[in-house]
């Protein structure tokens, strides 16, 4: 199994950034996808989980209607758009599978600031 995050960056408060992550070493269509952060001192959290069809996403009270999680089951690719992004909102991200054991790609940094 490998997880691949791109897209993080530097961006302004009330600006958008999209993340991706690209999967690959397993059956990507089959399996519930999330997005978790972590920021400087603070434990790992739950972003943004959605299902194996693509149908249905959940969300950290956080975040809701402000970041939007999908994927696309031919690329193997899931994605976090994340608008009217918060100087709160600076973490590294992670895309996680759970897999008969949790795994974790190796996260991309996003910076909120002015």
């Known amino acids: 199994v490998q997880l691949v995050e791109s897209g993080g960056g530097l961006v302004q408060p009330g600006g958008s950034l999209r993340l991706s992550c690209a999967a690959s070493?397993?059956?990507?269509?089959?399996?519930?996808m999330e997005w978790y952060r972590q920021a400087p001192g603070k434990e790992r959290e739950l972003v943004a989980g959605?299902?194996?069809?693509?149908?249905?996403?959940d969300y950290a009270d956080s975040v809701k209607g402000r970041f939007t999680i999908s994927r696309d089951n031919v690329k193997n690719t899931v994605q976090l758009q994340m608008n009217s992004l918060k100087t709160e909102d600076t973490a590294v991200y992670y895309c996680?599978?759970?897999?008969?054991?949790?795994?974790w790609g190796q996260g991309t940094q996003v910076t909120v600031s002015s």
């Open positions: 996680k599978v759970q897999r008969g054991r949790d795994y």
């Open positions: 959605i299902v194996s069809s693509g149908d249905y996403a």
């Open positions: 070493g397993f059956t990507f269509s089959a399996y519930y």
